[in-house]
């Protein structure tokens, strides 16, 4: 197909599509960004809501803004906001601290919370694609707990599980290919196994329906910096489903997960329901960020979302085939039921930073992993088929096609 003809298909779909306005309301300039997946885009609310936060709440309410402007609540409030994005009901989220940190609490309560976990049940599996940091929080917890790692493609992790398995750490979708992995048949199998499983969603969150409830999740985590666009080192989230909430043992008991933190008793006693996944004092201007961020996402269907998430993947797919043939080889699954909201790419040079460095200069930005594998994220919000048509074609001109 040709250039032309490619360019007139993109104007016609971003005219087509009920997400368009979505753009305006986040800071852009000239360049195609697809790099969502790493660093969403600035929603245009923030800067006047952390302005607020600072000069007034901060400035001039100071401590009363615990409770006068809801500071203490923040985490709680954020939470169930993201749970409306990742379907989970109101009470099982709470947001604060890094995904690393959540991740640790995580699998340590879920071992805790299996009859017989860190005895019979002493084998945690994680995914063996994970991010290495998931990799390094599993094996710390599982020397804690008294469990072993043992490392399976998570395609193969539902038939994995078994009378050994304590928890089962996976990601949803594969920060290196952009692969989707089998939310409602791996928790399935896990818990058919006896075993806890707990989801990182950190490519997905924002980017595609998450039914955490409906699939009977028992733990999630993930950040909310990417396709939640919270900014960077935005707060992240953990979700505990509400029948597991009263067995949810925190490896990290701190004040403000006590029954009552302000009575500063010397004597540990868990809060009821998401508030046990608090630690200490909340990051408030990172949260409230956060909070104004989540604002973009009001009205929006995640269902349009994840419809525009591959009609923007397949018309990039499409414009690489056409524009730069041979050049790169996809490596994202072409299967909707396995494709996050990611583009994952190889190329046949071999290079992948000086490409994205040269694509950057032509006003494309995207990101590399070594060696050679060239990630593009396409945020529905505020990505279009024109971008995505340029995008492909500065690329064939960055690899000489």
């Known amino acids: 197909m040709s250039e032309s003809a490619l360019a007139g298909e993109a104007a016609a779909l971003d005219a087509a599509d009920e997400l368009r306005?979505?753009?305006?309301?986040?800071?852009l300039d000239d360049a195609v960004y697809l790099d969502g997946n790493s660093l969403g885009a600035l929603p245009r609310a923030v800067p006047a809501r952390l302005s607020d936060v600072v000069e007034r709440e901060w400035g001039r309410l100071r401590i009363r803004s615990w409770d006068e402007s809801a500071w203490w609540a923040a985490p709680e409030r954020v939470g169930d906001r993201i749970g409306r994005l990742i379907g989970a009901a109101p009470g099982q989220v709470v947001a604060g601290d890094s995904t690393s940190v959540n991740v640790f609490k995580a699998v340590v309560a879920a071992?805790?919370?299996?009859?017989?976990?860190?005895?019979?049940?002493d084998e945690?599996?994680?995914?063996?694609?994970?991010?290495?940091?998931?990799?390094?929080?599993?094996?710390?917890?599982?020397?804690?707990?008294?469990?072993?790692?043992?490392?399976?493609?998570?395609?193969?992790?539902?038939g994995a599980a078994g009378p050994h398995t304590a928890v089962a750490l996976v990601n949803h979708v594969d920060y290196?290919?952009?692969?989707?992995?089998?939310?409602?048949?791996?928790?399935?199998?896990?818990?058919?196994a006896g075993a806890r499983v707990v989801w990182d969603l950190c490519h997905s969150a924002g980017a595609l329906p998450v039914e955490l409830d409906a699939h009977g999740v028992d733990f999630a985590v993930g950040c909310t910096y990417k396709y939640l666009n919270g900014g960077p080192g935005a707060p992240a989230f953990l979700y505990?489903?509400?029948?597991?909430?009263?067995?949810?043992?925190s490896p990290l008991p701190g004040w403000n997960s006590h029954a009552d933190p302000f009575g500063m008793s010397p004597a540990y006693r868990p809060a009821d329901g998401a508030v046990r996944g608090r630690v200490g004092t909340p990051e408030i201007l990172s949260l409230l960020a956060l909070d104004a961020a989540l604002d973009v996402w009001d009205g929006v269907d995640l269902a349009a979302v994840r419809a525009k998430s591959l009609a923007l993947t397949d018309f990039f797919l499409r414009c690489v085939a056409a524009y730069a043939p041979g050049a790169v080889t996809p490596v994202t699954p072409a299967a909707h039921g396995e494709r996050g909201s990611q583009v994952s790419l190889r190329t046949a040079s071999g290079d992948g930073r000086e490409t994205v460095a040269e694509l950057v200069r032509r006003g494309v930005v995207g990101d590399?992993?070594?060696?050679?594998?060239?990630?593009?994220?396409?945020?529905?919000?505020?990505?279009?088929?024109?971008?995505?048509?340029?995008?492909?074609?500065?690329?064939?001109?960055?690899?000489?096609?």
């Open 124 to 158: 945690v599996l994680v995914d063996a694609a994970t991010f290495p940091t998931d990799g390094y929080i599993a094996e710390s917890a599982a020397r804690m707990t008294g469990c072993r790692i043992r490392a399976v493609p998570a395609a193969e992790l539902a």
């Open 368 to 401: 590399f992993r070594p060696p050679d594998l060239l990630r593009f994220g396409f945020a529905p919000l505020y990505v279009g088929f024109a971008d995505t048509e340029r995008a492909a074609r500065l690329l064939a001109e960055a690899v000489g096609a």
């Open 111 to 121: 071992v805790r919370s299996v009859p017989g976990g860190g005895r019979g049940r």
């Open 21 to 27: 306005a979505k753009r305006a309301e986040f800071v």
């Open 176 to 192: 290196r290919t952009g692969r989707l992995h089998d939310l409602p048949g791996t928790t399935a199998a896990v818990r058919a």
């Open 240 to 249: 505990v489903r509400r029948d597991l909430q009263p067995r949810f043992d």
